[in-house]
């Protein structure tokens, strides 16, 4: 805030050195940058008089890509003021400037506005037309991050119209050309509208995928708002290939993102009530994934963990220490699963989940406590010695403090 106020005071200190009736075009081009830095502060009505000046300044002769910019600036006002039809008439009059003199790039970035207003207008047609243009002149000037943004706005308003088949080819390139432009907000935001594409085909295997692609693009600690929407939407995959525990582990993963979005909050606790909440479905998923694949699960569903509860965490722990001692040919893998993700995860959550780890073993004979020590001793047996020392402590340290007898040596 402090940086834009400095500009803009900066911009109106130019104004004043630059009077309009003496100096036209370098009036007019500090009003254009004025009304750009007001717009993006959200002080519309200012800008809108920045921009109109700088309009007028430029002048209807010798300067017509001068006030194309200017006209795309102020589309992007209006728009963001709700007046689309203004705005519309704006992008396309400034599209058919960069056109005239041969500006590609901008030419393509007018024509993405367009039809940003025009879908938000209704008028699905002539959007599916801008973002198209859009995506051409985008991709023909090697602007590739611009160019698979164009496609995945034309995809996603192919979807919203109810044309999947045909919403599918850009969604597919704008997540191609997103990832070779670095751009991984974009990658995922077309992945994600890909995945549901192909739900809507009803082509759940093909949405899984689609699914699974936008969260390698939204990491959990770096992009938590989108790792829960592709989270959520992946359960409602799996819930329609009838895999019950894979869709309620991916909606309660989504539920304990802080930052997710109400609509997925709502989206992922209805699935819940439809297919039941019990715990312990890692396990139920485990079964099915060869052993090379656990860690990663494992790491994903500890770090669920790590946001829930003491109550919620010790029952989980519970529904953990049940599903391993129901699976005797496993304890051991499952352990060392369980212990790998654990190192994985920051310092000051170790001890919490450890902690809900051993408060559930009291409820265990010695039989399967012992069994259950065995499995994890051995897990942790194969850790580097510092690692394995530190390890140990904690469980020691957390044993005596629940006033536990049995040393972990």
């Known amino acids: 805030m402090a940086d834009a106020d400095g500009t803009i005071a900066e911009l109106e200190r130019r104004l004043v050195r630059y009077p309009e009736e003496t100096y036209p075009v370098q009036h007019a081009t500090a009003q254009f940058h004025l009304g750009v830095a007001l717009t993006n502060e959200g002080r519309l009505e200012q800008a809108e008089v920045a921009l109109t000046s700088a309009l007028r300044g430029f002048g209807p002769d010798g300067l017509g890509v001068e006030r194309a910019k200017v006209r795309n600036a102020l589309g992007a006002m209006l728009r963001l003021a709700g007046r689309l039809d203004e705005a519309a008439e704006a992008f396309e009059a400034a599209a058919e400037s960069f056109e005239a003199a041969g500006l590609a790039p901008d030419h393509g970035a007018a024509r993405y506005n367009l039809g940003l207003a025009r879908r938000e207008l209704g008028d699905g047609p002539e959007a599916?037309?801008?973002?198209?243009?859009?995506?051409?002149?985008?991709?023909?000037?090697?602007?590739?991050?611009?160019?698979?943004?164009?496609?995945?706005?034309?995809?996603?308003?192919?979807?919203?119209?109810?044309?999947?088949?045909?919403?599918?080819?850009?969604?597919e390139r704008g997540v191609w050309l997103a990832e070779q432009a670095h751009d991984e907000p974009g990658r995922g935001g077309a992945a994600n509208i890909l995945g549901l594409t192909h739900l809507a085909a009803g082509r759940p295997q093909q949405a899984i995928a689609a699914f699974q692609t936008a969260l390698t693009a939204y990491p959990r600690t770096i992009r938590p708002e989108g790792y829960a929407l592709a989270k959520g939407n992946l359960a409602l995959a799996h819930e329609q290939l009838d895999d019950a525990p894979?869709?309620?582990?991916?909606?309660?993963?989504?539920?304990?993102?802080?930052?997710?979005?109400?609509?997925i909050r709502a989206q992922a606790a209805a699935l819940l009530e439809r297919l039941g909440d019990e715990p312990g479905d890692v396990l139920r998923v485990l079964d099915h994934e060869p052993a090379e694949r656990w860690e990663p699960i494992m790491r994903e569903e500890l770090a669920r963990w790590v946001e829930l509860d003491a109550r919620e965490r010790r029952i989980e722990a519970g529904a953990w220490i049940d599903g391993q001692l129901a699976r005797p040919d496993a304890t051991t893998d499952l352990a060392k699963a369980w212990i790998d993700a654990l190192l994985e995860l920051p310092p000051q959550h170790l001890e919490g989940l450890v902690a809900s780890l051993l408060e559930t073993l009291p409820e265990r004979d010695e039989e399967d406590r012992e069994r259950v020590r065995s499995a994890f001793s051995m897990a942790m047996g194969r850790l580097h010695v510092p690692q394995l020392m530190r390890l140990k402590d904690i469980f020691n340290q957390i044993t005596r403090q629940l006033g536990q007898e049995e040393e972990w040596t």
């Open 128 to 171: 599916d037309r801008a973002f198209e243009r859009a995506s051409e002149l985008l991709e023909r000037a090697r602007l590739r991050g611009q160019a698979g943004a164009a496609l995945r706005e034309l995809g996603t308003t192919r979807f919203v119209a109810g044309d999947v088949e045909r919403a599918v080819e850009p969604l």
């Open 246 to 263: 894979r869709a309620r582990l991916a909606s309660r993963q989504a539920l304990a993102v802080p930052a997710a979005s109400d609509p």
